[in-house]
């Protein structure tokens, strides 16, 4: 490609995120329609994950080059993102314990279909353009750390379709492009094949719109890629290549709105260059990057605008040539075939109200710490940090779960404890005789500890050392249901020596 083509597609690409997520962010999980227009929008400078993490991993190749693979990356994660949400915690979590990529992005994983790795995919077009083989292989090498399944489907879409752009400038055509090398049996795939089918039979943007809201819109997780994948998918075709009506026309779909603006404001920044962007909002995306500190103190991390562009283009002339020349393998989801570390291991006894005198099973555990011996049939033990409570749940039953909570985290103070409890039914919760949380939403569970449905997540202050008794009774128990207790940090961090035991 001409240099000066290609610069201007790169500086399209990072000046559309940014300016596009920003107008988004305000509206991020909302579960309803936005009506935004123009004289509404509200610009904020904040940091923005969507484009910083894309930085560490510029890092990255700068050590590793065109030999970097998702265990390669594991490095990098442990050494360089000390925090992170959902699926960003939850995969150094699993690292932290030895379960390494890909089963890092596999294990526990409530969030392996999020969008967190569908909106790091650019830096991959960008660096192999001429090569959306390799943009999708380097994709799926970071998506599998953190995601699985869809979720790494996502990024490999984005990639190759903004590579395709990079090089055609042709927005219907590259995202048919991707759309067709997508797994056919996958959910990605099918919820694209509805949008591509009411574009195809001329269906109006509003009708179109308001099908993939009764549809689409409902996941209990705002942050679910397939369903926001829809909604990118959808303005990116009918945005008429429109910078503003695209952006817009994303984020009117609620959800994942700074995730989803950024995504197509990137992706028409690649295919139309800076020309696609209005004069009047030109000066509204600073030079200066807005970064979070793990990423400023990483020496030689680009902090402008003019900087990322450069290194950029510096990588893909260095890297993109040592390529291999053989095209490179299509994703296969990550299959265990050894047994994986279990850190998340509890044991309860799971009893239901109809069947036991409950004020008996608790005077007893009180008095004696263990499990009464007529009742030792319905200890059931979990190695997942989710609980699947199907087999328990025999149609709109009351069930009532015990556990011996004992701490032993010594690296926490009290007062910096947060306990996450969702479920899929209405809950109640004690520890010893205090009542904690009396929860009926009905939602399903989301078990986050920022963003908890069908529950809660709280500050709850424990003192090392000390065993309580844990009750928990869950509401209406149909299946299939699954319920989560876990312990956190105030930086959303997935905490070790919160243990659930009783014998």
């Not at 009290?414 to 929860?439: C, F, K, Y």
Request: a negative charge; charged letters at 20%; hydrophobic letters at 40%.
């Amino acid at each position: 490609m001409d240099k000066s083509f290609y610069q201007d597609k790169i500086r399209g690409c990072w000046f559309g995120k940014s300016l596009a997520g920003t107008i988004g962010m305000p509206f991020e999980g909302v579960p309803f329609p936005v009506n935004l227009t123009e004289d509404q929008i509200n610009l904020q400078d904040v940091p923005n994950d969507d484009l910083e993490l894309q930085l560490v991993w510029m890092d990255a190749l700068k050590t590793h080059g065109v030999e970097l693979t998702c265990e390669k990356l594991a490095d990098t994660w442990l050494n360089k993102i000390q925090h992170g949400c959902d699926e960003y915690s939850l995969a150094l979590h699993n690292m932290a314990h030895g379960i390494m990529p890909p089963a890092s992005g596999w294990k526990n994983n409530f969030f392996a279909d999020g969008m967190g790795a569908t909106i790091r995919s650019e830096i991959w077009a960008l660096l192999f353009p001429e090569r959306p083989d390799a943009a999708a292989y380097f994709a799926q090498q970071d998506a599998e750390v953190d995601h699985w399944g869809d979720g790494v489907r996502g990024e490999i879409f984005m990639a190759m379709a903004e590579a395709h752009a990079c090089v055609h400038s042709d927005i219907e055509a590259a995202l048919r492009f991707a759309w067709i090398k997508t797994d056919s049996s996958s959910r990605l795939y099918r919820t694209l094949e509805k949008v591509f089918e009411q574009y195809d039979a001329g269906v109006s943007d509003t009708e179109a719109r308001d099908f993939l809201l009764l549809t689409e819109q409902r996941n209990s997780n705002f942050t679910d890629c397939v369903m926001n994948m829809a909604f990118i998918v959808h303005a990116l075709l009918r945005g008429n290549g429109d910078f503003l009506k695209t952006t817009l026309m994303t984020i009117s779909f609620g959800r994942d709105t700074d995730c989803t603006a950024a995504s197509c404001g990137a992706f028409i920044g690649i295919a139309k260059g800076m020309e696609v962007f209005p004069q009047k909002w030109l000066g509204m995306v600073k030079n200066e990057l807005c970064l979070s500190p793990f990423v400023t103190a990483i020496p030689g991390v680009p902090l402008t605008l003019d900087e990322l562009v450069e290194q950029t283009i510096q990588l893909h002339d260095e890297l993109a040539p040592k390529l291999q020349t053989s095209e490179y393998p299509a994703y296969i989801p990550y299959c265990p075939t050894e047994d994986l570390p279990s850190p998340d291991y509890s044991q309860w006894l799971i009893v239901d109200d109809t069947k036991c005198n409950l004020a008996e099973v608790e005077t007893y555990l009180r008095k004696h710490g263990k499990c009464p011996e007529e009742l030792k049939e319905n200890l059931v033990s979990f190695d997942t940090l989710f609980m699947d409570l199907s087999e328990y749940a025999d149609g709109y039953n009351t069930l009532h779960l015990y556990s011996f909570l004992t701490v032993n985290n010594q690296n926490v103070k009290p007062d910096e404890i947060v306990l996450s409890a969702t479920a899929d039914v209405g809950q109640r919760l004690w520890l010893d005789d205090q009542r904690l949380m009396n929860h009926h939403s009905r939602q399903k569970m989301l078990p986050s500890f920022h963003r908890a449905e069908g529950g809660a997540a709280f500050r709850l202050p424990l003192t090392a050392g000390k065993t309580h008794l844990m009750h928990w009774e869950l509401f209406c128990c149909h299946a299939p249901m699954k319920a989560c207790l876990m312990f956190g940090n105030l930086h959303n961090d997935h905490l070790d020596g919160f243990d659930f035991r009783i014998s």
